[in-house]
Nanobody, 121 residues
Framework: QVQLVESGGGLVQAGGSLRLSCVASGRTFDLYAMGWFRQVPGKEREFVGLWSHSNTYSADSVKGRFTIARDGAKSTVYLQMNSLKPEDTAVYYC????????????????WGQGTQVTVSS
């Protein structure tokens, strides 16, 4: 089993920055990919970006503004969010799986509890 714990969410003004962290514990040697999703009430969980085997991939909606990085020694993946917009407001979830990256939420095995990001205009 793998446990994921996110941190770093909060309230920020439009144009500001936040960095989310996700620490993995347990059978982390099984993990091949870690990713970030976000969700607003009434909508499906949306893919934001992922790290897989030293490669990263981001959704078009955040490309150029959000960056994903992983610290293998700390079993941690980060989501650096710059130039935040009100439409980035959501609960952000960390995810992990034992295979390559995937864009659909239902393809990921492990999930964190989520952290709220609110961007004010």
């Amino acid at each position: 089993q793998v446990q994921l714990v996110e941190s770093g969410g909060g309230l920020v003004q439009a144009g500001g920055s936040l960095r989310l962290s996700c620490v993995a514990s347990g059978r982390t040697f099984d993990l091949y990919a870690m990713g970030w999703f976000r969700q607003v009430p009434g909508k499906e969980r949306e893919f934001v970006g992922l790290w897989s085997h030293s490669n990263t991939y981001s959704a078009d909606s955040v490309k150029g503004r959000f960056t994903i990085a992983r610290d293998g020694a700390k079993s941690t993946v980060y989501l650096q969010m710059n130039s935040l917009k009100p439409e980035d407001t959501a609960v952000y979830y960390c995810a992990a799986r034992s295979y390559g990256g995937a864009l659909r939420a239902d393809e990921w095995t492990y999930w964190g509890q989520g952290t709220q990001v609110t961007v004010s205009s």
